[in-house]
């Protein structure tokens, strides 16, 4: 697993990345496919949704899988 620095936004539904950076990560888990076909941004643009994915997260001491 490769570590990527990114901001959580902890009032969204979700939290999304770049294919790309999803493909360096490197994880054991695999891309599952997603329930949405689409999200809306903030500015409400539409952002395809490929797949979803649980990846172990921390910050300072504290751990999640989220």
Do not use: Q, W
């Not at 969204?12 to 770049?18: A, K, L, Q, R, V």
């Not at 950076?21 to 949704?49: A, H, Q």
């Amino acid at each position: 697993m490769t570590p990527v620095n990114f901001k959580i936004d902890t009032g969204g539904e979700c939290n999304i990345i770049p294919h790309d950076t999803f493909r360096n990560l490197k994880l054991s888990s695999p891309l599952e496919p997603s329930p949405r076909s689409k999200l809306t941004s903030y500015s409400g643009d539409l952002i395809k949704v490929i797949g979803k994915v649980r990846s172990p997260c921390s910050h300072l001491s504290d751990k999640e899988d989220a």
